[in-house]
């Protein structure tokens, strides 16, 4: 028997220890790899929950200050007036998410980026000029614009209360609150539009109504849209004329979109013809009401009284607002007023739609603009070389009438408009609105484009009034109560470049009589057009917001006190450029996200580069 040395015995035993060592230490370095692993997965899970629910939290919060925001910059009456007492007052800095809202919002912190909880940062950074993002479009035209409208920004910084890791995550949001003239669009309604029984049209640029369109002509004519057409109803149908046979072609080339959102305005919506009254005595001008009203806006105020003319000289941002206005005053008699307002006149002749005898105001608007250009008074509240103008006339007639009488304002040699620094003109009335002769087209005083779309020359310009009616170069005063029939006072073309705003005698049942004439009469004509085929060209922007109060007879056929012209309507394509408004003119109101970003904590100047 052989006896083997220990170490000779058992080699294999030894080396099996020595591999479980290894592989156990091997384990042990694995599993420990794989624990540490597993840990920072876990950490940078837990880290990436609360970075995507502080994020959420504080855009939620961001979401909330712009959903008030838009709220009260949408409410007709409130508009930036209401957005800027807020942030005054400091409510929207506390506009949080809060427990009475859902307990869950109790696991955050928010912060202002500032170093304060429980505030979000709103303030004004901006104002901005010029088209509005490509969403905001009207058709194929990028056509909305706003002009030196806010933008604010609003920054939510938030962190989780007990959270794990020290995280704060921050949001940004450049909000514009954007001021869009309705003139940006080629024709615009309140309420509901008609364009039945309507003779060959065609309408350039986007047209709107807060409620239906309808629509229908005649076999023998036609209408066409070439730009988009919407409207918050559900009709755009013949309807409202129990004429039938309105089987012409309606094409709308821009296309149609019903059941879209209403267009809010900066006026009062309730009761829009406010915007040409005088305001009630006691109503500041620096109230809701106050600020919308053109008697406020404008820098010269004229008001007309049995026996004498005042006018009102004011200046500022609200002009009805200042406190040391310059009064003029003369008598109301042919003498007194050709030395102290040698623009002013008073006319009598009929309006055989009303049916009553006019006692016009007349303005030479030749030698207003003249005038103005010239007057101590005027001058010493708008320096020469002040950058300043009196772009707004308001005139109200308030002489005694008789029931067979009407009080009206009627404007005359208006080829060349005051410039006012290239802001244009705008009067505004209470009163029925006459304009005799071609308006707003010259070139140093001489007509150029008469009869054409070229607007090349004109100035921006609005006409704002209870109704409005054009009287051809060839009207005259001696011939108006005249029995009409064709051929009598027969009409010769005439040109208007300007925005008109004015009331419409709305439809009260489905008969011809009973008819309001259809936007496209918004200017009311009382001459015989057809003889001689004379033509009315309109390079404007139609608006109707309220039915008028003053001038109140219903539409009547062509025929009776009228002869229909050829209509050459087109919309200026100076409204698409918001450097070119016609002053005064309202918005309508359009709350845009504007810019957002996801900027560093503790930031409130963090811009976004494109």
């Known amino acids: 028997k052989t006896n083997f040395p220990l170490s000779a015995r058992f080699p294999r035993a030894g080396y099996a220890l020595l591999v479980v060592l290894v592989l156990t230490a091997a384990s042990a370095l694995v599993l420990s790899g794989t624990i540490a692993r597993t840990y920072n997965v876990a950490k940078l899970n837990d880290r990436n929950n609360q970075f995507v629910l502080t994020q959420h939290a504080a855009e939620a919060a961001t979401e909330k200050v712009f959903a008030r925001m838009a709220y009260d910059f949408s409410t007709p009456g409130l508009a930036l007036g209401a ?71 609003i920054v939510v910084n938030a962190r989780m209360k007990n959270g794990r890791h020290n995280l704060t995550n921050a949001i940004q949001e450049d909000v514009l609150l954007a001021l869009v003239p309705i003139s940006t669009r080629a024709i615009f309604s309140r309420t509901n539009m008609e364009f039945v029984r309507c003779a060959p049209l065609t309408v350039n640029g986007s047209v709107h109504a807060n409620g239906n369109i309808f629509t229908g002509c005649q076999s023998s004519s036609s209408l066409t849209f070439n730009g988009q057409v919407t409207c918050t109803g559900v ?38 013809h406010m915007l040409i009254d005088q305001p009630p005595s006691g109503e500041s001008a620096s109230s809701t009401d106050g ?83 010239t007057n101590a008074s005027v001058l ?73 779309t070229n607007t090349t020359w ?37 040109t208007v ?18 008819y309001s004439g259809g936007i496209y009469n918004i200017p ?19 608006i109707n917001l309220f039915a008028s109060t003053s001038a109140t007879q219903q539409w009547q056929d062509p025929g009776i006190y009228y002869n229909a012209p050829t209509r050459k309507f087109s919309f200026d394509l100076n409204f698409f450029d918001p450097s070119k408004q016609p002053p005064g003119m309202p918005c309508a109101l359009m709350p845009v996200r504007f810019n957002y970003a996801t900027p560093p904590p503790n930031t409130v100047t963090y811009n976004v580069t494109p």
């Not at 004498?308 to 007194?336: C, W, Y």
């Open 497 to 514: 470049n300007a925005a008109l705003l004015s009331g419409l005698v709305y439809t009260t049942g489905s008969s011809a009589s009973t």
């Open 291 to 373: 600020e919308q009203r053109m008697f406020n806006k404008a820098q010269i105020v004229l008001t007309v009284s049995n026996s004498i003319v005042t006018m009102k000289i004011q200046s500022g941002i609200l002009p009805g607002a200042d406190t040391s206005p310059i009064t003029l005053v003369s008598s109301n008699t042919p003498v007194a007023l050709s030395t102290n307002f040698p623009f002013i006149g008073t006319n009598i002749f009929t309006d055989q739609r009303e049916n009553k005898t006019i006692l016009a105001t007349q303005i030479d608007l030749g030698k207003y603009k003249t005038w103005l250009a």
């Open 235 to 272: 009709a755009m149908t013949t309807n409202l004329d129990a004429l039938s046979g309105l089987t012409g072609a309606v094409t709308y080339n821009g296309g149609k979109v019903t059941n879209s959102s209403a267009v809010t305005l900066s006026i009062n919506m309730t009761n829009a």
């Open 458 to 494: 004109t100035v921006p310009s609005a006409l704002m009034s209870d109704a409005l009616t054009f009287l051809s170069p060839a009207w005259q005063d001696s011939a108006s109560g005249n029995a009409y029939s064709s051929g009598v006072r027969v009409a010769s073309d005439m």
């Open 524 to 542: 009311r004509l009382l001459e015989d057009w057809s003889t001689g085929s004379h033509i009315v060209t309109l390079n404007t922007s139609l």
């Open 380 to 452: 010493s509240k708008f320096p020469s070389g002040s950058g300043t103008y009196p772009t707004i006339l308001f005139v109200d007639d308030n002489r005694t009438v008789t029931g067979s009488q009407l009080n009206a304002i009627r404007i005359t040699n208006g080829i060349a408009l005051p410039q006012n620094g290239g802001l244009g003109f705008t009067l505004a009335t209470p009163d029925p609105l006459y304009v005799q002769g071609n308006y707003n087209d010259s070139s140093n005083g001489v007509a150029i484009n008469l009869g054409t």
């Open 83 to 153: 957005v800027h007492s807020n942030i005054t007052s400091g409510l929207y800095e506390t506009y949080l998410p809060n427990a009475t809202e859902n307990p869950y919002w109790t696991n955050f912190v928010f912060s202002n980026a500032q170093g304060s909880d429980d505030r979000v940062y709103v303030q004004q950074v901006s104002t901005y000029s010029g088209n509005l993002p490509s969403q905001f479009t009207l058709g194929s035209t990028n056509a909305l614009s706003t002009l030196n409208a806010p933008v604010y920004r």
